[in-house]
């Protein structure tokens, strides 16, 4: 399976302020999702990020709000915009590769919006 | 669309207890399906899988069989640890759903010694 990072590990943020999380893969994956865990609570898609082009987002969830890029297969980022408390949650990025049917998750990013 | 019904937690045993955490589904396509264990303070780990009906998963002692004809994949353990006190999520992927997870709600699991 592929090694995950992602930075920060955890941060704690102004309202108002923006936070962009890094997320890379020790591999070329096909695929790279970005997932939001609200506290205690189950995962939520946010948005399919594509190589190459503008990412794939759910249903409730827009750029504007949470940016995404993919320049290349090993690297992605997702930019939590003009934060408020209700933002504080985990985010969690996941890979696919290639035929697998699985995907492997990040450690994911705890934050904290004050 | 795709939907996960897991049983809610928290779910409370002692040591050596047996575990069973129920899962139903609902898909358009054929998904693969999936658990996933959340340790406190860490991701998501893939405890395991199954691709396709009667196909049974397996991993450090927890497996878990799909079952098509009652659209359910139950997490089960004849022994439990301490170290199993965790959140367990049941998932599925469908390919006619752009291969996006779609989890239950997790249900958390409190192993006492």
């Known amino acids: 399976s592929a090694v995950i990072s992602q930075k920060p590990s955890r941060d704690i943020c102004q309202r108002g302020t923006s936070l962009t999380i890094q997320c890379q893969v020790d591999?070329?994956?096909?695929?790279m999702f970005w997932y939001r865990q609200q506290p205690g609570q189950s995962l939520t898609l946010i948005a399919t990020?594509?190589?190459?082009?503008?990412?794939?987002?759910e249903s409730g969830f827009v750029i504007d709000k949470f940016p995404i890029s993919r320049p290349n297969l090993t690297f992605s980022t997702l930019t939590v915009s003009n934060m408020s408390p209700e933002d504080s949650s985990i985010y969690l990025c996941?890979?696919?590769?290639?035929?697998?049917?699985?995907?492997?998750f990040g450690p994911g990013t705890r934050l904290t919006v004050t | 669309g795709n939907s996960v019904t897991q049983m809610e937690g928290p779910v409370t045993l002692s040591e050596e207890a047996f575990l069973t955490i129920n899962c139903t589904y609902t898909a358009t396509g054929y998904p693969s399906l999936f658990w996933y264990v959340q340790y406190p303070g860490e991701g998501l780990q893939l405890l395991l899988k199954a691709t396709k009906a009667d196909d049974k998963g397996s991993n450090k002692g927890f497996e878990a069989t799909y079952r098509k004809e009652t659209t359910s994949f139950h997490l089960e353990k004849g022994s439990v640890q301490v170290s199993d006190s965790a959140v367990y999520f049941c998932a599925l992927s469908d390919i006619a759903a752009g291969n996006k997870l779609t989890f239950g709600g997790g249900t958390r699991v409190l192993v006492k010694p």
């Open positions: 990020a594509n190589q190459g082009s503008e990412a794939t987002y």
């Open positions: 591999s070329q994956v096909t695929m």
């Open positions: 996941s890979v696919k590769s290639g035929q697998a049917y699985e995907q492997y």
